[in-house]
């Protein structure tokens, strides 16, 4: 699978979490547990093959992307202490409702930075073959993604 390609599934998984979020009612603490759960889970997965694997192939291939690999690592530090905070939350305190959608607005700006103004010229440098083996390289990585957002590399710096 191309590694872009791999990356947008993400995207929609997570997007598909956060919808869900939004309409659960107010006092469904349960379904927002899970719901928070799985977005830990998810986007702590994702931002470790993409810091791992991804972020460093598409500066080698595309080394004017730079600052976007750097502003993305900054954003994922940002997203990987939200998780962690999430994580040890109860769902009845007031501000885990708060928290989750300062995430969701978060991850949704980093998504359309990503897919509209990076991945076009990523992909444009790398060329098929070269997303092909990172998509290979990315699926294999998943499943050795730490569960802790705090093990990811950006967390701590």
């Keep these: 699978m191309d590694g872009i390609v791999l990356l947008k599934e993400d995207h929609k998984t997570v997007e598909k979490l956060f ?4 309409k659960a ?3 469904a603490h349960a379904e927002k547990r899970k719901i928070a759960d799985a977005v830990i889970e998810e986007l702590t997965t994702h931002t470790w093959i993409e810091e791992k694997i991804f972020y460093p192939a598409a500066r080698e291939a595309a080394p004017d992307t730079k600052d976007h690999v750097l502003e993305s690592i900054e954003e994922h530090h940002v997203v990987l202490w939200m998780l962690s905070e ?3 939350l109860d769902p009845v305190d007031e501000r885990f409702d708060a ?3 300062v995430l969701m607005e978060n991850v949704r ?3 359309e930075e990503e897919e509209k103004e990076w991945f076009p010229d990523v ?3 790398m060329g ?3 997303l092909g083996e990172l998509g290979e390289q990315m699926v294999a990585a998943k499943k050795k993604s730490p569960a802790d957002p705090l093990a990811v590399p ?3 710096q």
Aim: no cysteine; net charge positive.
């Design 19 to 22: 919808k869900r979020f939004e």
């Design 25 to 27: 009612g107010e006092s």
């Design 86 to 88: 999430l994580k040890g």
């Design 99 to 101: 928290k989750m959608s």
């Design 109 to 111: 700006h980093h998504v």
């Design 123 to 125: 992909r444009k440098a």
């Design 128 to 130: 098929r073959n070269r």
């Design 154 to 156: 950006s967390a701590q």
